[in-house]
Structure formats: C-alpha cells, structure tokens
C-alpha cells in the first residue's frame, strides 16, 4: 500500500510561483513512476507532468511545458512540482500519483494522494 500527501498549493497572483510537494509513505516510491495530474470542477483530471522512477525519463502536457518542472528525492520519498509564470488557468487542484510508468493516463496510475488547491487570481 502507498500513501500520498500533497502540500504547497495556496493563493498566488498570476506570474507567481508555487512549489507543490507529495510525501510517499511505502518502501515501493524509488521504484515507483510518479505524475502529477489537475482537476477544475466538473471536468474530468487531466494529466499535467510524470518522472520515471530514476529521474531519466520526464514527460509534461503542452500547456505546462517551459513553466513546470518535475522532480523527486528518493532519499526523502518526495516528488515536486515546480510552478512558475502560473496564470488563471492553471487553477485546480492538483494530485499526485504513483505508477508503474510514465503515462499521461488516468488510469495507468495506481495510487492517489488527496489533493492540493492551486489558485491563480489575475
């Protein structure tokens, strides 16, 4: 079993940045691919950035590219999530998820942590 906690989202104005973190509990995480996905309110989650579980292998949707960066200490079981030159349309809330790959899909994804709101005001 896996258990993932996010944190760092909160209120920022658009041009900001938020660092969001996901804390793993289980000795699979440095096996572990992990993503972190988003979700507005009566939309479906959409896939924002994966890493593999050594770091090699990264993958980010288009509208991030450039403005997000993925990352992961295996050492603390953490993956994070840099955001910056957020604007009003990256709110949503964000989860974390655990794999056994990298994959932009939903279901490809085993394990969910509870999620963290990011606001981006203009």
């Known amino acids: 079993q896996v258990q993932l906690v996010e944190s760092g989202g909160g209120l920022v104005q658009a041009g900001g940045s938020l660092r969001l973190s996901c804390a793993a509990s289980?000795?699979?995480?440095?096996?572990?691919?992990m993503g972190w996905f988003r979700q507005t309110p009566g939309k479906e989650r959409v896939f924002v950035a994966a890493m593999s579980w050594n770091g090699v292998i990264t993958s980010y949707a288009d509208s991030v590219k450039g403005r997000f960066t993925i990352s992961r200490d295996n050492a603390k079981n953490t993956v994070y999530l840099q955001m910056n030159s957020l604007r009003p349309e990256d709110t949503a809330v964000y989860y974390c998820?655990?794999?056994?790959?990298?994959?932009?899909?939903?279901?490809?994804?085993?394990?969910w942590g509870q999620g963290t709101q990011v606001t981006v005001s203009s």
């Open positions: 998820a655990s794999g056994l790959v990298v994959d932009q899909a939903v279901s490809r994804y085993n394990y």
């Open positions: 289980g000795r699979t995480f440095s096996r572990s691919a």
